[in-house]
């Protein structure tokens, strides 16, 4: 019998395999990622210009009250939903797609009303969209 002592080896860990396996689930991860693109409204707001005069015509200022109620042009708005209100701006817009959107909100109101009027411009084509708001000498007059 040979009873030679064995040399004791060191095991030896092999990194190249794991990285390569690493390698390969990156460039997959990449590969099969999508991107999405969320649905969005695409914001053109006007550009304040003290020497122009404004157009009237054009304005549509969309009122949303504390309790989630709606005006366009000082007139209420019958209904809550995104349809009702796309088809009182859509009547409302004299100038047609040219119309600027003026969302003139309750500093109470719900989030979701002023929601509501982005998605209600967008399904009645407009898309030029701004927000009123009260200078800080008239909120202190109050």
Not at 32 to 47: D, G, N
Not at 108 to 130: C, D, K, M, W, Y
């Amino acid at each position: 019998m040979n009873f030679r002592s064995r040399q004791n080896e060191e095991p030896e860990i092999n990194l190249i395999p794991f990285i390569d396996v690493l390698l390969v689930v990156l460039i997959f991860l990449m590969l099969s990622t999508t991107y999405s693109k969320f649905t969005e409204l695409q914001l053109r707001l006007p550009v304040a210009d003290a020497d122009a005069q404004r157009d009237y015509p054009r304005e549509v200022v969309v009122g949303v009250a504390a309790d989630g109620r709606y005006t366009v042009n000082k007139v209420p708005v019958n209904g809550r939903g995104p349809e009702v209100l796309a088809g009182a701006m859509a009547e409302a817009a004299k100038a047609g797609k040219d119309s600027v959107i003026i969302v003139s909100a309750d500093g109470a109101a719900p989030h979701q009303s002023v929601i509501t009027v982005l998605e209600a411009a967008r399904r009645s084509g407009l898309n030029q969209v701004t927000f009123a708001a009260q200078s800080s000498a008239q909120a202190g007059g109050r």
